[in-house]
């Protein structure tokens, strides 16, 4: 997704800064981190208060195999609702929700 993209998408929340992050991107709003973009895969930040929302909306957890005994690790990234990707409104209820979780991270 490119950098205009990304900024469009977060215009409800206001401006984001776009930072390269693992080979992919981090989106940052007001210096927290919020969402990354990695391998072509766009998420956004949760943490156990906002986690359960997400997964009721269908959204799917960013978990990799590490290379440490092949366990699996789970990221605080999750995939965005599908209906949030066309409806501004709806996005910027997500994009709330992942800069409050960014926040909590961050105390």
Do not use: N
Not at 25 to 51: C, H, N, P, T, W
Not at 90 to 97: D, I, K, Q, Y
């Amino acid at each position: 997704m490119d950098d205009e993209r990304i900024r469009e998408i977060f215009d409800g929340l206001g401006p984001v800064s776009i930072r390269r992050l693992f080979g992919g991107k981090g989106v940052y709003f007001d210096g927290v981190i919020i969402a990354v973009e990695i391998r072509g895969e766009f998420r956004l930040k949760a943490d156990a208060q906002s986690a359960p929302d997400f997964e009721a909306a269908g959204c799917t957890q960013w978990t990799y195999t590490g290379s440490r005994h092949g366990k699996t690790v789970a990221m605080p990234y999750w995939s965005i609702p599908e209906d949030a990707l066309d409806d501004p409104e709806e996005m910027t209820v997500w994009a709330r929700r992942a800069y409050e979780a960014g926040l909590r991270a961050g105390k």
